[in-house]
T-cell receptor, first 113, second 113 residues
Framework: ETGVTQTPRHLVMGMTNKKSLKCEQH?????MYWYKQSAKKPLELMFV???????ENNSVPSRFSPECPNSSHLFLHLHTLQPEDSALYLC????????????FGPGTRLTVL | DQQVKQNSPSLSVQEGRISILNCDYT??????FLWYKKYPAEGPTFLIS?????DKNEDGRFTVFLNKSAKHLSLHIVPSQPGDSAVYFC????????????FGKGTRLHILP
C-alpha cells in the first residue's frame, strides 16, 4: 500500500463514451502525475500538477483532459478515445515536483473497444 | 529515441543465485538513477537509487552499480528470492530537478525454484 489509490482498477469503454479516472493520495504530497504504460513501451509521462497547477502537458491529445481540484485528488477525463489508447494508466505523487522518489498507485487498466 | 534502455525484456534466475539487471542511458545530463519494482496489478514501487557522484549503493540484498563513462548501471540482487519475481524499471533524472523521470521499458525477472 503506497498511499496512492486509483479507481476504477479496470475500465472498458467504447470510442464514443466519456469516462473519468480518479486518483487520490493520502501522503500530503504537493505534486501529482499521470503516466501511461503501453505494452512493450516505457512509462510515458502525460501530465504534471504542482500545488494544483498544471506544470507539464507532454504533448497529450486533447481527448485526455486532466483535472486537479486539490493537492490530494487528480482526475483524468476521457472522451472519444481510440483503441490505441488502451493501456495501464498510472497516477503518482511526490512531496514536491522534482523529487526523486514518486509513489505510484496501482493503475487503471483501460480497454477501448 | 529511447534515453533509458533495458535491453533484456526478461531474465530467469535460480533461487539463491545472483540476479543482475542491466540498464544503459544515452543522455550524459542524467545525474540520478532509480530502480522501481512492479508486481502484477500494482503500481511501481521505489527500490533503490544512486547519485552520479557515487559508483555503488547498497541496501540489504540490493546493490546498484553505476559506470558513468559507459553510461551503464546495473542492479544486483543476492541472494535472489521467489518474492523478487517482478518487473524492474530503470529510471533516470537530469541535473535540473524539475526534469521528468525517464523510465526504461522494464525487465521481467523470474526467480526459479
Amino acid at each position: 500500500e503506497t498511499g496512492v489509490t486509483q479507481t476504477p482498477r479496470h475500465l472498458v469503454m467504447g470510442m464514443t463514451n466519456k469516462k473519468s479516472l480518479k486518483c487520490e493520495q493520502h501522503l500530503g504530497h504537493n505534486a501529482m502525475y499521470w503516466y501511461k504504460q503501453s505494452a512493450k513501451k516505457p512509462l510515458e509521462l502525460m501530465f504534471v500538477y504542482n500545488f494544483k497547477e498544471q506544470t507539464e502537458n507532454n504533448s497529450v491529445p486533447s481527448r485526455f483532459s486532466p483535472e486537479c481540484p486539490n493537492s490530494s485528488h487528480l482526475f483524468l477525463h476521457l472522451h472519444t478515445l481510440q483503441p490505441e489508447d488502451s493501456a495501464l494508466y498510472l497516477c503518482a505523487s511526490s512531496q514536491a515536483r522534482g523529487d526523486n522518489e514518486q509513489f505510484f498507485g496501482p493503475g487503471t487498466r483501460l480497454t477501448v473497444l | 529515441d529511447q534515453q533509458v534502455k533495458q535491453n533484456s525484456p526478461s531474465l530467469s534466475v535460480q533461487e539463491g543465485r545472483i540476479s543482475i539487471l542491466n540498464c544503459d542511458y544515452t543522455n550524459s545530463m542524467f545525474d540520478y538513477f532509480l530502480w522501481y519494482k512492479k508486481y502484477p496489478a500494482e503500481g511501481p514501487t521505489f527500490l533503490i537509487s544512486i547519485s552520479s557522484i557515487k559508483d555503488k549503493n547498497e541496501d540489504g540484498r540490493f546493490t546498484v552499480f553505476l559506470n558513468k563513462s559507459a553510461k551503464h548501471l546495473s542492479l544486483h540482487i543476492v541472494p535472489s528470492q521467489p518474492g523478487d519475481s517482478a518487473v524492474y524499471f530503470c529510471a533516470a533524472i537530469g541535473v535540473n530537478r524539475d526534469d521528468k523521470i525517464i523510465f526504461g521499458k522494464g525487465t521481467r525477472l523470474h526467480i526459479l525454484p
